[in-house]
């Protein structure tokens, strides 16, 4: 019996090292370039700055959302020395964007800043990993936004690259060509220095960036429910205080809502690290208590809403 309750704690913490691990960032250009979460930098401009406009997304039942257009060999820049080398050779970069033009290479996704050819393109409507692999025919048209994800594993070395929840292409990284270098920065949609009009005027509704790399069955069930990864988290008016106690909690923890109004309720999300949505419930002055008991020992994020008022907290559950 006391080898069986040590295998259980054992594997409870295992667990619980797992989820602390696994991270998620998320920037859905609702109006900024900040990080959703509050967890990573704000990603920067690359060339001139793109503006914020409301887009008709065709995957997603023709709704609108504010996205980020961006101009020829422009687009936006993730610090990855800044994030604390999130993106290390373990990780999936999940995109939602569009391309205005696809004839020849139009750069997706830069690891060296600029300084090499090699990458990430859209070529012609194919998707291509130069000088490595062509993709065959792939859904990618000008104008319509493409749900793209690639996929690093660093036991194997095997980068995968999807659109639309299907693999189109598949090589060993040997040479560590998806891998940042030195100026720890990850570039989107803007050409490198060796070879000119590599690019394409654009619009990106959706990056999430993860410390791990997404099974098949995970980008699978993230495409079959894209609107929920478009539309998960909204821009909203005014960001107030709000905390959380006691933290760690276990069974039981209390929201402080004291900066929402009084006599309605807030709405409480409760989102694991890979950015999933674990629980929804009402809270209210009088009745903050959150019921923690079923979560499993981690981080998580909580996201509180109440008409135009919203705020984010972290809460460990021990």
Known sequence: MKKLYALFIFCLFSVAAVMAQQQTFYYNFE??????????????????????????????NGNTKMVYFFTKNSGVQFDNKAAGNFI???????????????????????????????????????LNFYNILYSGEAPVVAGEYT??????TASSGVVLIYTDAEVKIDFNDKNGDALVDDDGV?????????????ASPGAVAMIKLYN?????????????????????????????????YPNPASNVARVDLSHFEADKPVMVKVFNMEGRLITTRQLQNGN???GTGFLIPGLYV?????????SSVRLLIN
């Open 288 to 290: 903050d208590q959150l």
């Open 88 to 126: 290390g050779d373990n990780y999936s970069i999940e995109i939602y964007f569009k391309f205005d033009q696809l004839q020849s290479w139009k750069r997706v996704i830069d690891w060296k800043n600029r300084k090499t050819d090699w990458g990430a393109y859209i070529y012609s409507g194919q």
């Open 31 to 60: 109006g900024n370039l900040q990080e959703q979460y509050g967890l990573g930098p704000n990603l920067t401009v690359l060339g001139e700055a793109g503006t914020f406009e409301n887009d008709v997304l065709n995957e997603v």
């Open 186 to 198: 990850i570039n989107f949609f803007h050409d490198d220095l060796i070879v000119q009009n590599e």
């Open 302 to 310: 909580l996201h509180l809403q109440q008409e135009n008022l919203y």
């Open 212 to 244: 791990y790399p997404l099974t098949q069955q995970q980008i699978t069930d993230k495409w079959e429910n894209i609107g929920g990864q478009i539309y998960g988290i909204q821009q909203l008016k005014k960001q107030v205080y709000a905390n959380v």
């Open 147 to 152: 749900y793209y994800v690639l996929t690093r």
